[in-house]
């Protein structure tokens, strides 16, 4: 099973990345306006985008950009829905998924929890099942992050299912 673009160290997604420095635009004094520290890191084999600008060093709105294109990639690219990653089983425990939103492994996880999701036409539960947690955990973790649970959501309402409560 190939990787899920999410899990690529920084070297090796940034390398399938083209990097796009710019002004940002609004409040935020001569430095802001005369310097191009805001990012966009576009994806090349998805076409998927990373942005940051509110950072004044383009040093910093690179690492925001890039975190923010590792979470857009795992709700856009869909692989194989196979058994629960070796990643998945050690950050479970018992029936529960720990790992905040904040965490480095969180996309990678997320895209994975879509995975399977997507493999189960968007029900719960047998994603849940296959993930060796409850459901009330996996709509726990993926409400951690707001678009990802607009976009549950949002593909439950496309199959006529009714929409989760976060």
Request: aromatic residues 4%; glycine residues 8%.
């Amino acid at each position: 099973m190939a990787m899920h673009p999410s899990a690529l160290t920084d070297d090796a997604l940034l390398a399938d990345c083209e990097f796009r420095p710019g002004r940002a635009s609004g409040p935020g004094g001569q430095h802001r306006n005369k310097t191009e520290s805001a990012v966009t890191l576009i994806h090349r084999p998805t076409g998927c985008l990373g942005a940051a600008t509110e950072r004044r060093s383009q040093h910093e709105n690179k690492a925001v950009a890039l975190v923010r294109l590792r979470l857009t990639l795992a709700l856009e690219v869909r692989g194989d829905a196979g058994p629960a990653s070796a990643l998945w089983v050690a950050r479970r425990r018992g029936t529960r998924m720990e790992c905040s939103p904040n965490h480095r492994d969180f996309p990678c996880l997320l895209a994975e929890t879509f995975d399977q999701l997507d493999a189960s036409g968007f029900d719960v539960a047998p994603a849940a099942a296959v993930l060796g947690i409850s459901s009330t955990q996996l709509i726990r973790f993926v409400a951690g992050h707001p678009p990802a649970f607009t976009r549950l959501n949002a593909e439950r309402a496309s199959r006529r299912l009714h929409p989760l409560k976060g």
